[in-house]
């Protein structure tokens, strides 16, 4: 069956280190594959969106990879801010490019 | 420019009660989506329209649930009867691309629904 693994458990992190979140599916192809965010009782906000044929893609202290190979995508915040703090969402697009959510990885920066 | 607007923002309702929520997208979006999200779980797709056209609504119980969105830019989403298991927050999306290509979503703030 088609999954979508983020882990489910919170990443606690002190302030400056890099946060690293993962993001693992199986039975997919996808086009491309999104990362967002989203904050305690509001909607999830884009952050970037890398697409197949892709290996990196940058935005200020935000990294994300993608591995078609090994069906992952990693995302990576350096030097991290406690205003950082959130839940992070991966996102596929499927074929006919049906936006497939994970369930989300909380991060924690303590400062 | 004004984001995804979504009334109300909170509703709590008894079970087999009716219950509907508006969303404005953002000026000149094309494409709109609604999501149901669980406590823990990711937006799960409910319904996507192409301007008034529902071109996936796979997801939507259509024993409970509809939604329109007749001219093409605001759109209501109704559940009736409600039921315990329909206490989610529910999402609304939109996108400036359409057919197809890769878009950037931009979501609501959402409207939590309790269902008592």
């Known amino acids: 069956s088609q999954k979508i693994e983020q882990n489910s458990e919170a990443l606690n992190i002190q302030e400056g280190k890099t946060a690293t979140l993962t993001c693992n599916y199986t039975n997919y192809s996808p086009a491309y594959l999104q990362w967002y965010r989203q904050d305690p009782g509001r909607g999830p906000v884009f952050l970037l969106l890398i697409r197949e044929n892709e290996k990196e893609k940058r935005k200020e202290r935000l990294k994300v990879t993608f591995d078609t190979t090994l069906k992952q995508s990693l995302f990576h915040i350096t030097a991290s801010q406690p205003a950082d703090s959130a839940t992070y969402l991966c996102?596929?697009?499927?074929?006919?490019?049906?936006?497939?959510f994970g369930a989300g990885t909380r991060l924690f920066v303590k400062a | 420019e004004a984001g995804v607007v979504q009334s109300p923002r909170y509703k709590i309702i008894e079970k087999k009660q009716p219950v509907a929520f508006w969303c404005n997208p953002i000026s000149g979006h094309n494409t709109l989506y609604w999501y149901r999200q669980n406590l823990g779980q990711g937006p799960e797709l409910l319904i996507r329209y192409e301007n008034e056209e529902a071109v996936d609504d796979s997801q939507l119980p259509k024993d409970r649930f509809s939604a329109e969105r007749l001219k093409g830019v605001d759109s209501t989403l109704k559940i009736q009867p409600a039921e315990l298991g329909d206490s989610a927050v529910y999402l609304c999306?939109?996108?400036?691309?359409?057919?197809?290509?890769?878009?950037?979503?931009?979501f609501g703030p959402g409207t939590r629904l309790t269902v008592l």
């Open positions: 996102a596929l697009a499927t074929g006919g490019f049906k936006t497939i």
């Open positions: 999306a939109s996108s400036s691309l359409a057919g197809g290509r890769a878009d950037t979503q931009y």
